[in-house]
């Protein structure tokens, strides 16, 4: 099984503070040693103006990821032991039996999943199901195969064995030369005499009477010599002619070895996705009886590993450092089966995190994420990479508004001082160009503005999301409105929050517009300059943590 990944992500629909954060930290986690590879990833897609920084720093955005939990895919065992149709009994067996493995896929001729084999499947290849008559003398292999099995010389022609499988009737020489005789002779007459495969040691008498009579093959055992004229005599006739080492009675058991696993193996089964996730293949899987579950990756068809019962039991789990964000409401989907290991924010506490073991745990009243990871390099004694130190300041600009949020502090003001001086960048200028960059209403669909940077929350048992766009003038926002405010009622609608807030916020005059969809109690409550029914003025206000999340929980107080 491959190493569970550890990635260091930040909330759903990242903002630049969530992006770069993640970066960041990742960045650290290697450079100490602690997570030699950790990964910065998301889970949303990123902004124009968060595009423009990396591209800047010189990074490619950090690896999307939409579900977090364990997959069939990381836990599947990659080098498959596995057998093809025609491999014989002793092939799979030998196999098997050196991994110690009591399960193996079977693959077809052009190396595609077509059945699944069982140590117990193997037994009807040796066993007939009937004891009587000619069927527990008759095996189905091809004279090939067989003399693989026994590693057997050819004597005849010099042509290749058949590979065809076709239905030989063992006839064993060991009896007198007068019953060996009659048995033939039966043969001949009832037409089946072609079908006859002839074993027998030193005994040219009975060699030559399979041969006059007909027979389909001679086995010759114990590595006797055969005489030229008996070949010469099998050649003449068309007899297939072999001679193998092990004795008479070892050669008749090992026969059996030679048919092919194509006759026994189970040709219904279930596969699974690299992508499922191992909580529902959990409980999918137990009941089935079937014990080993290739995994195939549906778009090409060919089984990429192989997972069994046991693997789904405690598989191990991916690993978190959690940035910008402490809430499983905010977080990747799928965060409850992953292992969180640290936290790393600078918002309010929630209380839906919980871990099976100690973590970290940073959370300080600041301006930005990115100006704790800063800190975390400073008090190591560390110097990001340039690259990485423009990263972490533009988690600070955009998150403080170039320090004039009132969510601004001290250290954001020393972080972003340290980190511009070693990214080579004048804060005021890399503010202006930041925000320059590709605004949302002017150019982004009506879905793009309300999911750029969204958040949901839960308070008092409401669920609420909270968007925010951060615009350089609000001039065209009046002509946008309309689209916007019927965006934002589809999503309250769609996914049954009980309070829905799109706030458009002027960074250079440090305002805001706010749309708003809710229940009128709630509403009325909002401390902001009403203009008509989801309409809101809020001047002075720019920061969603500080202005208007504890705005609207009041609301929500006061409404209930």
């Not at 402490?326 to 600078?346: L, P, R």
């Amino acid at each position: 099984m491959s190493k569970p990944p550890f990635y260091v992500i930040g909330h759903k629909n990242p903002d630049t503070d969530a992006i770069c954060s993640a970066i960041g930290y990742a960045a650290l986690l290697r450079a100490v040693g602690e997570e030699r590879d950790a990964v910065a990833a998301r889970c949303g897609e990123i902004s124009q103006r968060t595009k423009w920084v990396l591209e800047r720093a010189g990074f490619e955005p950090p690896v999307l990821i939409t579900d977090i939990r364990t997959n069939a895919g990381m836990i599947s065992h990659r080098e498959v032991i596995k057998v093809t149709v025609s491999d014989t009994f002793l092939t799979a067996y030998r196999r098997m039996l050196a991994a110690e493995i009591r399960c193996v896929p079977v693959e077809d001729e052009n190396g595609d999943l077509c059945g699944i084999l069982r140590y117990f499947d193997l037994l009807r290849l040796l066993l007939p199901a009937d004891t009587e008559g000619l069927s527990v003398r008759t095996v189905h292999a091809s004279l090939a195969h067989l003399a693989a099995t026994l590693q057997a010389e050819s004597l005849g022609a010099r042509v290749p064995l058949p590979e065809c499988e076709e239905d030989l009737i063992l006839l064993v020489g060991a009896s007198s030369q007068e019953t060996v005789d009659a048995r033939l002779k039966q043969a001949k007459n009832e037409g089946n005499i072609g079908n006859f495969l002839v074993i027998c040691g030193d005994r040219p008498i009975v060699q030559r009477s399979a041969i006059d009579f007909g027979a389909r093959a001679l086995l010759v055992t114990g590595g006797n010599s055969v005489s030229p004229d008996i070949r010469d005599f099998a050649k003449t006739r068309g007899v297939v002619l072999l001679r193998c080492a092990q004795d008479t009675a070892s050669a008749s058991t090992l026969i059996r070895c030679s048919r092919t696993v194509r006759h026994v193996m189970e040709r219904k089964f279930e596969t699974v996705c690299p992508m499922e996730p191992v909580s529902k293949l959990r409980k999918h899987l137990s009941s089935s009886e079937q014990d080993l579950f290739p995994v195939v990756d549906h778009s090409t068809g060919k089984m990429v590993g192989v997972i069994s019962k046991s693997d789904l039991v405690d598989p191990p789990r991916i690993r978190l450092a959690l940035v910008d964000h402490n809430e499983y409401a905010q977080a990747v989907n799928g965060v409850e089966e992953a292992e969180v290991t640290e936290v790393i924010d600078h918002h309010r506490l929630a209380g839906d995190l919980v871990s099976r073991e100690p973590i970290r745990y940073l959370n300080e009243p600041v301006g930005s994420t990115c100006t704790l990871v800063g800190r975390k390099f400073f008090y190591r004694g560390l110097m990001p990479a340039p690259g990485v130190a423009m990263c972490l300041c533009a988690g600070i600009v955009s998150d403080t508004l170039c320090l004039t949020s009132p969510t601004t502090t001290l250290l954001d003001r020393e972080m972003l001082t340290w980190l511009s001086g070693v990214a080579g960048v004048d804060p005021k200028t890399f503010t202006e160009e930041f925000f320059a960059v590709g605004s949302l209403i002017a150019n982004g669909t009506p879905e793009e503005i309300l999911n750029a940077d969204r958040k949901e929350f839960t308070e008092q048992g409401r669920n609420v999301s909270i968007s925010q766009v951060e615009e350089r003038d609000l001039h065209g926002f009046a002509a946008r409105r309309e689209e916007l405010e019927a965006e934002l009622m589809k999503l309250h609608k769609n996914r049954e929050y009980d309070l829905s807030i799109l706030a458009v916020t002027d960074v250079a005059l440090h305002h805001s517009m706010i749309l708003a969809v809710g229940p009128e109690n709630a509403l009325a409550k909002l401390p902001f300059e009403r203009k008509d029914e989801s309409l809101f003025h809020a001047p002075g206000v720019v920061s969603r943590k500080r202005q208007i999340f504890p705005a609207v929980c009041e609301a929500i107080h006061q409404s209930a």
